[in-house]
């Protein structure tokens, strides 16, 4: 059971596949906002992504435990994976919220990501189950933000799944844009080389 009044990092995504911009986004708000711990969510089907491919929940979801595996702070949960169907923030907030009863949620989302705040399923319920932090990227701007609780500014590191897929379609290098054991396992599993995926 989760101590009280623990402060514990959300971060949803597709993470097709996880890469270091992700990761070193999720460090920086644990330091920046002396968060306990870091859950990342794979979801299932992404309402702004649907009808687009995506490698399988099984394969999103074990790249992400591979790429957390050697830091304590962070975990991967299956919520969204296990509930189905087209995966709403709002879901992942109230499982998580339940499952980590006293828990106080920051859920963490790119600037891209927080751009469409206001399209997302209950936006009024959101803020009332976590404290949204918005994140820099590179190539979005933070300033038009339907005002997230708290910004944090995160190492600049332009990688994006896209690039990552892109690349290895193009059979060019990924290693240190993924963790290595996420590059084995793309290459273990064929991934993305065939795909049309954008
Ligand atoms: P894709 O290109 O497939 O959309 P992505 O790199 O944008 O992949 P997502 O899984 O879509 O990754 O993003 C999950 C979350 O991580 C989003 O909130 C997104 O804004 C954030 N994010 C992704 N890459 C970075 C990065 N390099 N720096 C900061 N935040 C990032
Ligand atoms: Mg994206």
């Known amino acids: 059971m989760t101590a009280p009044h623990q402060r ?4 949803g ?16 708000v644990c330091a920046a906002l002396g968060l306990d711990r870091m859950i990342v969510v794979p979801t299932h089907v992404q309402p702004f992504k649907q009808g687009e491919q995506v490698a399988s929940d099984e394969h999103r ?4 435990r591979l790429a957390v595996a050697d ?5 991967v949960s299956s919520v969204d994976i296990d509930r189905g169907g087209t995966t709403y923030t709002v879901d992942t907030l109230r499982d998580l919220a339940n499952a980590n009863p006293g828990a106080q949620l920051y859920f963490m989302a790119g600037a891209d990501a927080l751009a469409r705040l206001s399209e997302w399923k209950d936006a009024e319920e959101l803020s009332t ?3 949204f932090v918005g994140v820099t990227r590179p190539g979005h701007s933070l300033g038009q933000l339907d005002t997230p609780h708290a910004l944090v500014e995160v190492p600049a590191m332009a990688v994006s799944s896209t690039d990552v897929r892109r690349r290895v379609r193009a059979g060019a290098p990924i290693r240190y844009l993924v963790p290595s054991a996420v590059a084995d396992y793309i290459a273990q599993h064929d991934l993305y080389a065939g795909g049309l995926d954008d």
């Open 129 to 131: 189950l976590a404290t």
């Open 61 to 64: 979801l074990a790249m992400c």
């Open 8 to 11: 514990v990092g959300v971060f």
């Open 71 to 75: 830091d304590p702070r962070f975990s």
């Open 13 to 28: 995504g597709t993470f097709d596949p996880i890469h270091h911009g992700h990761l070193a986004a999720a460090s920086e």
